[in-house]
């Protein structure tokens, strides 16, 4: 098997369907193999899966996972030398897979790939980071690095002094989009599952940089991705769930003194993050509860 797709999917059956053509219509002669890993959707994303693309296997989960659980599941079906990530939100622009194996070909050292991802409007989205630390994720949910975001010490992390047009070793691409090689993978293990949904292409990207491999940033390669897509849907709890990986992370990786008073500074930061936002959202949705006609409890 030359590849293996793995995508996580909740509810994903307005987006499924183009993402899997994208990826149909690039396949060629490569020996390939699509699994979709469902959590528990109730849109009839299965059945889609089902009906138009029966060739891809597909795994169902009675109860939604969260995604590092449902993604392991895929990844240890995969048999291909190289692994492709993909979250259903995207599509791959013509040629950007055969550029993105050939690349692989061609540098033996390079563990995984990123393209360059695309907002829906053609606008490039920047999708690469620096890997965190405590004082870059302080900039980050104060919201000191969105104020400044070409800041050299604010907008670190978000790499807001790069224009995503170039091909350079980075610490993180985003995971909407990765290739990996097995070889790699296989040295370093699956996603940490203590990671619910957000910091687990972090740490694996970590991992991996530990191990020798080398991370790559490929722009020739396209991808379009309609970011957030699912964050929007449950709001409130996407804005938790990151809260409570990045903090996993850093329980992760941490190690003396300096690392715990440096912890307290990023909970306070968190925490003045949290609370605003998620009043913010419920005042954005709090007219339209008002003028519905519909009954609330």
Known sequence: MDLSVVIVTWNSRGYLSDC??????QEGDLATEIIVVDNAS??????????????????????????????NLGLQRASGRLVLILNPDTRLQPGSLGLMIDYLGDHPGVGVLGPQLLNP??????????????????????????????????????????????????????GA?????????????????RFEMFFNDVDLCRRLTAAGWK???????????????????VRYRMILT???DC????????????????????GLGLLISFVPR????????????????????
């Open 247 to 266: 903090l996993r992370y850093f329980r992760k990786v941490r190690r003396g003194l300096l690392d715990e008073l440096d912890s307290v500074l990023l």
């Open 42 to 71: 109730s849109d009839g994303t299965p059945e889609l899966v089902r009906e138009r693309f029966p060739h891809a296997h597909l795994i169902i989960n009675s109860d939604n996972l969260g995604y590092t659980r449902a993604c």
């Open 121 to 174: 409007d053609g606008s490039i989205q920047p999708s690469c980071r620096r890997f965190p630390s405590y004082r870059l994720m302080l900039w980050e949910f104060t919201g000191l690095s969105r104020l400044f975001p070409e800041h050299p010490v604010f907008g670190a992390w978000r790499m807001g002094d790069f224009d995503h047009r170039e091909t350079r070793p980075v610490d993180q691409p985003m």
């Open 177 to 193: 989009c990765l290739l990996l090689r097995r070889e790699a993978l296989d040295r370093v293990g699956l996603m940490d599952e």
């Open 242 to 244: 990151s809260h409570k």
């Open 215 to 233: 991370i790559v940033f490929f722009p020739l390669a396209r991808v379009v991705h309609d970011a957030g897509s699912h964050v929007r849907r």
């Open 20 to 25: 899997l053509e994208s990826i149909r219509s």
């Open 278 to 297: 998620v009043l913010l959202s419920f005042l954005r949705r709090l007219p339209r509860a008002q003028t519905s006609s519909a009954p609330r409890f």
